[in-house]
């Protein structure tokens, strides 16, 4: 069995609401085993022999009469970016906070991705994922133009953003 987690975009945001333990059952109906959800943001780990995210998707859009798409990562991806270490040239308290973007599919090879100086930094991009530190703002926000970054990648890029701080919760 391989463990994956889910990242659902655009869940408990407007009328995109959807109980967690409603979606561990639908899950778990689904026939995963060791189905966790993580945090009211759309996290759900989960083991199954096969790639879930079709299925998974389909069966979101039935119950809750919205679509939702999945990104997937699997167990052995998830522990890769957590040894990467990937916020290694920022200390490890400060006035920001480190995000990830995970991306449904690889970014085109030679994209430019830029930060907002004093907004928010591109920590490191990868094939798949892009690491992102947004800096609190006197309002409290942390890297407001955050919320305009993936306007930087190419129309129809299915991509979640998550705090960086939920990865190491969702193995365990």
């Known amino acids: 069995m391989t463990v994956w987690v889910a990242f659902l975009r655009a869940v408990n945001v407007g009328k995109r609401q959807m109980k967690m333990a409603e979606l561990k059952a639908l899950c778990e109906g689904l026939g995963y085993t060791g189905v966790k959800t993580i945090l009211a943001s759309g996290n759900v780990r989960f083991e199954t022999d096969h790639d879930p995210k079709a299925e998974l998707e389909a069966a979101i859009e039935k119950r809750w009469g919205f679509f939702s798409e999945a990104v997937m990562r699997n167990g052995d991806e998830i522990a890769a970016m957590l040894a990467s270490n990937p916020f290694a040239a920022y200390p490890t308290e400060g006035p920001f906070h480190r995000y990830v973007m995970m991306l449904d599919s690889p ?5 430019k991705l830029a930060g907002v100086p004093g907004d928010h930094d591109v920590a490191r991009v990868d094939a798949r994922d892009i690491y ?17 970054f993936d306007r930087q990648l190419e129309k129809g890029t299915i991509a979640t953003t998550r705090n960086w701080n939920t990865i190491p919760k969702v193995l365990n």
């Open 107 to 111: 970014l085109p090879k030679g994209l």
């Open 132 to 148: 992102l530190v947004g800096y609190r703002q006197p309002d409290g926000r942390h890297g407001p133009g955050l919320d305009k």
